[in-house]
């Protein structure tokens, strides 16, 4: 069993940054795949970036590539996503997800575990 507790959202203008932790419990975190993914409202959970246990592999949505950086700190038991040149479109509440698995993952489904999210509102 995985517990994932998000912080680090909020309220920034457009071009703000901001990083997101996502705090596992247990202590086999290495061998977890990590995930971030957002919900807006209305729409449905898209997969944002995801990292393989070793933080070796990497994936980013296109909306994520050169703006936003997924990076973990296997020590901490955390995983982190840095999100710089935020844009109003960004705005969503922010999920970690967790799985058992050796690469990385993208699909919701995919995922056993989730934390309960973390709001990041972007005003123009």
């Known amino acids: 069993q995985v517990t994932l507790v998000e912080s680090g959202g909020g309220l920034v203008q457009a071009g703000d940054s901001l990083r997101l932790s996502c705090a596992a419990s247990g202590r086999t975190f290495s061998a977890y795949a990590m995930g971030w993914f957002r919900q807006a409202p209305g729409k449905e959970r898209e997969s944002v970036a995801a990292i393989s246990g070793s933080g070796g592999s990497i994936y980013y949505a296109d909306s994520a590539k050169g703006r936003f950086t997924i990076s973990r700190d296997n020590a901490k038991n955390t995983v982190y996503l840095q999100m710089n040149s935020l844009k109003p479109e960004d705005t969503a509440v922010y999920y970690c997800?967790?799985?058992?698995?050796?690469?990385?993952?993208?699909?919701?489904?995919?995922?056993?575990?989730w934390g309960l999210g973390t709001q990041v509102t972007v005003s123009s």
């Open positions: 997800a967790a799985r058992g698995g050796t690469k990385w993952y993208i699909k919701s489904y995919e995922y056993d575990y």
